[in-house]
């Protein structure tokens, strides 16, 4: 009954079971770790809600001298710019009157 009820869920939805089986591995080696299974492929990418990552941020930036503001910092700045900005002068005299 066991092994009917798995072929039915392997072929029903086989990236669940897989997800099943690399789990219930008897070799704990060849079990995946709580990283394995966040980059994995098979699993969708964990949400957050809205509300908590604007608290997040906004912890992160109240105290710039924690770790996660500077990593924060520098991926922003490490990122690459698509197109290059483009540089424009404007006329000192456009305000005067």
């Not at 897989?18 to 709580?34: E, F, G």
């Not at 809600?49 to 992160?60: I, Q």
């Amino acid at each position: 009954m066991m092994k009917i009820a798995l072929r039915c869920l392997i072929y029903k939805v086989p990236l669940q079971a897989h997800i099943i089986r690399w789990l219930l591995n008897h070799d704990p080696v060849k079990r995946p770790t709580s990283k394995e299974l966040l980059k994995c492929d098979y699993l969708p990418p964990p949400q957050m809600e809205e509300s908590e990552l604007h608290e997040v941020l906004r912890s992160t930036i109240a105290n710039p001298d924690s770790a996660a503001y500077k990593n924060m910092i520098q991926t922003i700045f490490m990122q690459s710019v698509a197109l290059p900005a483009a540089d424009f002068a404007y006329d000192n005299d456009f305000y005067r009157v």
